[in-house]
């Protein structure tokens, strides 16, 4: 009896997007924000793969996430809401690029039994055309069966200078080419040659490979890659649906692309296995890579500018005016990209927008937290959001996830006020434990254990007021805790 083709995404979300600055920050990346119609980046290149219609054709494994010890629950959160409730969730202790990150991921599948087919997908490219994607999927899965490993060729729509570019060799079938080879980043008048050519086609970063394809590629070209990532896999630990590698063998582990790693040194070779493969893909694909890459996705009104949020503009024209908590209004501009968030505003012309990480340098510089927090900070709780704060106080918004609670801790530096605003509060203080209802509230001394807990079947408000000495987030000693950070507080 013939078995089915096993499929399984593993989904690569260790970036930071500094480059869509201010809504992107390293705590709150952009694959992790929604910026066409609710659903995230993230949950849609899951979805591509999970949701995909093929039971007559493939089985779809769970998808299996590599991200860093930060985002996990983030990463936790948006794959239950996006109906994935078996995913496995890799946690790299540091980042060391996307090969030993694949190899990571082969290791665990392989693991898991069988040897599926890999589809390899960063956590936060835009697909226009997800049906056209798929379409074009099967032929790769086609071709990682024979051996292959295969990469997506964006075909370009411009002489980009923001990507690098692959070249595509002999004709293989399947409507694929040889991987003819790589090239970084061009400037403009080789990028029009690239595309005057029509031989080179835009970097995808989207492999499709086997589980053991992989391995034996990597073995081949970088065993000591190899060799590290299966100390830390054999040293690993898990954690519900989280995988903690030994943090010491992965430290231990050189830094290298899936492109360095492997794909170049396949570039060019028209026979054995595995073979380097290139398929074209144009299914309306953008990384979001800058402001005007996400202008381009959106609709635009008759003068070419994009507008979200609380926006008017007169005379204004081809600009992306996005407001997040306030009314924008502009008057007069042209080409300008201009970004409010509750705690930061970007004013750019589109040709230098490429240039905002300079911000993020500066911010980091200076030891400020914008490049890292918005000021709605999330936790697996809830979230909580500064709304006024002096020398030696601080208010904050908690808002409590029905059936959540806060750690039990206490705090050496400060005591707290709570009032609640909405819903209802299971409160620890000491030895006591009470309920409390809306427009009542409590006082949390210096040095007692406390815990907040939602029992109710709504979010719960709390208003905090803080105040001592010092005020930092790390001012947190853990007794207890239910998402198991006792070890990193």
């Known amino acids: 009896m013939d078995t089915k083709t096993t499929i399984r995404a593993v989904v690569l979300s260790g970036g930071s997007g500094t480059r869509l600055w201010p809504f992107s920050r390293e705590a709150y990346p952009k694959q992790f924000l929604s910026f066409t119609e609710g659903t995230t980046l993230f949950q849609d290149t899951v979805s591509r793969i999970v949701h995909w219609q093929v039971q007559d054709a493939f ?87 024979e051996g292959g490993i295969v990469t997506f060729g964006i075909v370009p729509t411009k002489p980009e200078t923001g990507f690098g570019y692959i070249r595509r060799g002999a004709a293989c079938g399947n409507h694929a080419f040889v991987l003819g080879g790589f090239t970084e980043k061009p400037d403009t008048l080789t990028a029009e040659e690239y595309l005057a050519s029509g031989e080179y086609l835009w970097n995808s970063g989207i492999f499709i490979l086997r589980a053991g394809t992989w391995l034996e590629a990597i073995d081949r070209h970088r065993p000591d890659i190899l060799r590290a990532c299966r100390a830390a896999c054999d040293g690993s630990r898990r954690d519900a649906e989280f995988v903690r590698v030994d943090k010491a063998s992965f430290l231990k582990c050189p830094s290298d692309s899936i492109d360095y790693a492997v794909m170049e040194k396949l570039a060019g070779e028209a026979g054995g296995t595995p073979r380097g493969i290139v398929l074209p893909l144009d299914v309306g694909w953008s990384d979001l890579g800058s402001w ?65 990480k300079a911000i993020t340098d500066h911010l980091k510089r200076t030891e400020r937290s914008e490049h890292v927090y918005h000021s709605r900070v999330h936790r697996p709780w809830g979230d909580y959001e500064s709304i006024g704060f002096g020398s030696r106080y601080q208010v904050k918004r908690l808002t409590i996830k029905p059936g959540a609670s806060l750690s039990l801790q206490l705090h050496h530096h400060r005591a707290e006020h709570w009032i609640v605003v909405k819903g209802t509060a299971r409160v620890v203080r000491g030895d006591e434990s009470f309920l409390l209802t809306e427009n009542e509230s409590t006082f949390i001394p210096l040095g007692v254990k406390h815990r907040l807990e939602n029992p109710g079947a709504i979010p719960l408000e709390i208003i905090e007021v803080q105040s001592g000495s010092y005020l930092g987030e790390d001012d947190i000693v853990r007794f207890e805790d239910r998402y198991n950070r006792l070890e990193s507080s």
């Open 59 to 145: 089985e779809i494994l769970p998808p299996l996430v590599v991200c860093n010890e930060m985002h996990r629950f983030l990463v936790a959160e948006q794959l239950h809401q996006a109906g994935v409730e078996r995913g496995l969730i890799v946690l790299e202790p540091a980042g060391r690029n996307t090969a030993p990150a694949l190899t990571l991921a082969a290791l665990l599948a392989l693991e898991e039994g069988g040897d599926p087919i890999l589809v390899v997908l960063p956590s936060d490219h835009y697909v226009a055309d997800v049906e056209g994607f798929r379409q074009r999927l099967r032929d790769a899965v086609a071709l990682a069966a």
């Open 292 to 356: 005007p890459a996400l202008a381009a996705i959106r609709p635009s009104d008759n003068d070419g500018n994009v507008m979200v949020g609380d926006v008017f503009a007169k005379d204004t024209r081809n600009s992306l005016l996005y407001s997040q908590s306030r009314f924008l209004a502009a008057v007069g501009l042209s080409d300008l990209v201009v970004i409010e968030t509750s705690d930061a505003v970007l004013v750019a012309h589109k040709d230098c927008a490429q240039d905002v």
